[in-house]
């Protein structure tokens, strides 16, 4: 299995900044698309940034301008840089990946969810 790992949440004041990090571990071939997703409270679980392999991103509009999705291929990481959040920007953030690994002595395909990451910005 491939497992995905985040940190870097808290609490925040608005107007502040923070950085989320997900780390995948397992014996991974490749990952294709990593994403960040938000989930806030009372709400679904919506798509705010994801970034190909080869560095595409693409971004919800509530979020261009203010974050940035970036990776390092060779940690199997990607990061989310987040400037001037507002109050809505609160809620549980998870990290998706898809790609290959090695199950046994097959390469398998995966799509992985992390545990998420509670951020808090207060007005």
């Known amino acids: 299995q491939v497992q995905l790992v985040e940190s870097g949440g808290g609490l925040v004041q608005a107007g502040g900044s923070l950085r989320l990090s997900c780390a995948a571990s397992?014996?991974?071939?490749?990952?294709?698309?990593m994403g960040w997703y938000l989930q806030a409270p009372g709400k679904e679980r919506e798509l705010l940034a994801s970034?190909?392999?080869?560095?595409?991103?693409n971004y919800a509009d509530s979020v261009k301008g203010r974050f940035t999705i970036s990776r390092d291929n060779a940690k199997n990481t990607a990061y989310l840089q987040m400037t001037t959040l507002k109050p809505e920007d609160t809620g549980v953030y998870y990290c998706?990946?898809?790609?290959?690994?090695?199950?046994?002595?097959?390469?398998?395909?995966?799509?992985?969810w992390g545990q998420g990451t509670q951020v808090t910005v207060s007005s």
């Open positions: 970034i190909t392999s080869d560095g595409s991103t």
């Open positions: 998706n990946a898809e790609g290959s690994y090695l199950r046994g002595f097959r390469r398998t395909d995966f799509a992985s």
């Open positions: 397992g014996i991974i071939f490749s990952i294709n698309t």
